[in-house]
């Protein structure tokens, strides 16, 4: 059993950046591989980025790829996304989930949810 807690969530202007993070509970932290979801008002939760369990290898959305970074620290049992350039449509609730296939970007094959952090873009 894992549970997750998003934080770092907020209102920023369009052009700015905010870091999220998600801490883990638990032991089995390394056996996870951590995506991060989004899901904006009236629309469907989509993938954002993954990272493998090592923290070696990432997978990002082509919506966030070169602006969002995804890092790890497996000692602390905590997953980073470091959004850049943000722009208004990438306002959402921002979850972060853990699975066990590293590269997957469909939401089913992720076990654990955590309960999201809103980010708003203003324009």
């Known amino acids: 059993q894992v549970q997750l807690v998003e934080s770092g969530g907020g209102l920023v202007q369009a052009g700015g950046s905010l870091r999220l993070s998600c801490a883990a509970s638990?032991?089995?932290?390394?056996?996870?591989?951590m995506g991060w979801f989004r899901q904006a008002p009236g629309k469907e939760r989509e993938f954002v980025a993954v990272i493998s369990r090592s923290g070696g290898s990432t997978y990002y959305a082509a919506s966030v790829k070169g602006r969002f970074t995804l890092s790890r620290d497996n000692a602390k049992n905590t997953v980073y996304l470091q959004m850049n350039s943000l722009l208004p449509e990438d306002t959402a609730v921002y979850y972060c989930?853990?699975?066990?296939?590293?590269?997957?970007?469909?939401?089913?094959?992720?076990?654990?949810w955590g309960q999201g952090t809103q980010v708003t873009v203003s324009s």
């Open positions: 989930a853990a699975g066990n296939y590293y590269g997957s970007s469909n939401s089913n094959n992720y076990d654990y």
């Open positions: 638990g032991r089995t932290f390394t056996t996870y591989a």
